[in-house]
């Protein structure tokens, strides 16, 4: 399937999404009230002892699965293969140079001679070099990301390495792109914020197992129930440091914006914003942290990358791949750390 037939399906599902948000509402309210009687009617027996009937949580919960399994199918199908389709994008950019059948690497053939994948991977470190010097003008740093990549290319987990990054990236982009809105909303409204709070700190707290039952059932197995879990157990971190960064914005500012006659826009995009921005940052440092956490838990569902080693080399108990496979896990994450730490505090 190509990358436009994905993103065509991408938008015919959202639209049927729509429509199945407004049927599924309209069916809850249908189921509410009944449910409703019948726990007025089995608390008090459940209280006093005269029924050992408890309360139907995993079987409320399996229906509820299933009734958004059978009727928002379309929706999680296009969902899907736009995700696939993002991810692969994202992973061919980080694995091949252009070529005949660049996007899905079968039968692959690159269009410049000598510029092959094993070139492009030193292509790859060269870009993110430039990138962390570019962002922090030191060295020191640039060399830590090219001894980093070196050793990585070394170790022959270059491909994993893309993989994971591929996944990190993404979960990267939903989160921060539904978090930093979600963030400013509840700001502005400490009210919500304080209902929302306890969902976040259930986000969090949550054994990351349990979101992969539902994202199995969904979106069967792959890369994108590994992003459903990663995205529900990251999304916390961006809210709550959007949220801190826009309430904690200087009253002198917002005094001297108003005494300018400026609108709730130009407050939020000219003051609001920059002020927040270090706290935003921190936001998408942790973000990427706790993606990339994620790795060897998005495995077990059939994700690729850096967990899938780490996974064989626990079924076999193969203690030389454990180590190889978890110090380039510990590589990542502080070329990663190192890239963002200083764009984090300016």
Not at 32 to 44: E, G, K, N, Q, R
Not at 133 to 156: A, M, P, S, W
Not at 264 to 280: G, N
Request: with cysteine; net charge neutral.
């Amino acid at each position: 399937m190509s990358i436009f037939q994905s993103i065509g399906n991408g938008i015919v599902a959202f639209l049927n999404g729509i429509l199945w948000c407004l049927t599924a509402l309209w069916d809850f309210a249908f189921w509410l009230v009944p449910a409703l009687i019948w726990f007025v009617t089995w608390l008090p027996q459940r209280l006093l002892g005269l029924t050992d009937e408890k309360l139907p949580v995993g079987v409320t919960a399996r229906a509820g699965f299933d009734y958004v399994k059978d009727g928002a199918a379309p929706f999680l199908d296009g969902f899907s293969d736009l995700t696939e389709a993002f991810i692969e994008f994202l992973l061919a950019l980080l694995l091949r140079p252009p070529g005949v059948n660049w996007l899905g690497g079968r039968g692959f053939e690159p269009y410049i001679p000598g510029w092959t994948e094993d070139t492009h991977a030193f292509l790859i470190v060269a870009l993110f070099a430039l990138l962390a010097y570019v962002l922090h003008r030191k060295i020191t740093v640039t060399l830590l990301i090219i001894v980093g990549f070196l050793f990585i290319i070394d170790q022959g987990y270059f491909e994993e390495t893309a993989e994971s990054l591929s996944l990190v990236l993404s979960a990267c982009v939903v989160c921060m792109s539904i978090g930093v809105p979600i963030g400013i909303a509840v700001a502005h409204r400490p009210r919500l914020y304080a209902w929302m709070r306890p969902v976040l700190d259930l986000m969090q707290t949550l054994p990351t197992f349990v979101y992969l039952i539902p994202a199995i059932v969904f979106f069967g197995i792959g890369m994108v129930p590994g992003l459903i879990a990663t995205v529900i157990f990251v999304l916390p971190a961006p809210i709550r440091l959007t949220q801190l960064g826009i309430s904690s914005t200087p009253n002198e500012l917002l005094e001297a914006a108003d005494a300018f006659g400026a609108t709730k826009r130009q407050k939020l995009f000219k003051v609001e914003l920059p002020s927040a921005l270090p706290q935003i940052m921190a936001g998408l440092n942790q973000t990427i942290m706790l993606s990339l956490s994620m790795v060897v838990i998005a495995a077990l569902v059939g994700a690729d990358g850096l967990g899938v080693p780490v996974v064989r080399a626990l079924n076999t108990v193969d203690t030389a791949k454990g180590f190889e496979s978890g110090l380039i896990i510990v590589v990542v994450a502080i070329m990663l750390d190192r890239l963002l730490r200083i764009g984090a505090k300016r």
